[in-house]
């Protein structure tokens, strides 16, 4: 059995999709820099963050419901469940009947169907199918400004890249290892690429840290 601290946050995977550099800034260098981007879906997705059930009849809705996975060792936040009666379902605690669930994870800006976002949803439904031993063949995306939803089907190699993530996202934290920058027109959308600088070389980098240190008076002359 691992320690609660050991659990990391299921939403980071994303993050290691998009650029492990990135991750690694985030969860060892604890480097945060709002964008409009981030900022806008913040907003968008703290509307929804309101824990409460719906239900109506054998229907019910479960939002800001906390999962975790022991065998990835993540945890998080699903915005929305969707729970109907099932026969083969699993049971939870709000129904008094067996459901089938289906997990949505909403989202801002222009619909997309964007590799993080399905490795978020899907790490849910993974978290999920272990926590109440059943089974989740698909979820959704809502993309709250267009008001859209998009179904992502949860294929055995989209269930292998979650794990392969959670595993880098694992050794990144173990390791406190922080990768090279490797520039790509992702760089472009990032708010960290004022301080990751991916164009500038080790060498100059280290040179412009170093100055900063020197700055600070960490380093002595
Ligand atoms: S600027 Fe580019 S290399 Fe640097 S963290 Fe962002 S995506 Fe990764």
Redesign the pocket.
């Known amino acids: 059995m691992r320690d609660d601290t050991d659990y990391l946050p299921l939403s980071w995977l994303s993050q290691v999709d998009?650029?492990p550099?990135?991750a690694a800034?985030l969860l060892n260098e604890r480097v945060w820099v709002e964008s409009v981007d981030t900022a806008r879906g913040r907003a968008e997705h703290e509307r929804v963050h309101d824990r409460r059930v719906e239900r109506r009849g054998d229907a019910l809705k479960l939002y800001e419901y906390t999962v975790f996975s022991d065998s990835m060792a993540i945890w998080g936040k699903c915005d929305c469940i969707e729970a109907c009666r099932c026969e083969h379902g699993c049971h939870i605690r709000a129904a008094d009947f067996p459901v089938a669930l289906y997990p949505i994870e909403y989202k801002h800006g222009s619909v997309r169907r964007e590799n993080s976002y399905m490795i978020q949803l899907c790490a849910q439904a993974l978290c999920l199918e272990e926590m109440l031993n059943t089974t989740i063949p698909c979820g959704a995306l809502f993309f709250i400004s267009a008001h859209r939803r998009m179904e992502v089907e949860f294929t055995p190699e989209l269930r292998a890249t979650v794990r392969t993530r959670a595993a880098t996202l694992r050794e990144l934290r173990e390791s406190m290892r922080v990768p090279p920058?490797?520039?790509?027109a992702?760089?472009k959308r990032?708010s960290?690429?004022e301080y990751?600088m991916?164009k500038v070389k080790t060498s100059a980098k280290g040179y412009c840290q170093r100055l900063t240190q020197e700055a600070a008076g960490e380093v002595e002359f």
Not at 181 to 184: E, I, Q, R, W
Request: charged share 25%; net charge positive; proline share 6%.
């Open positions: 998009y650029c550099r990135r800034l920058a490797s520039y790509s992702k760089c990032c960290l690429r990751c991916p």
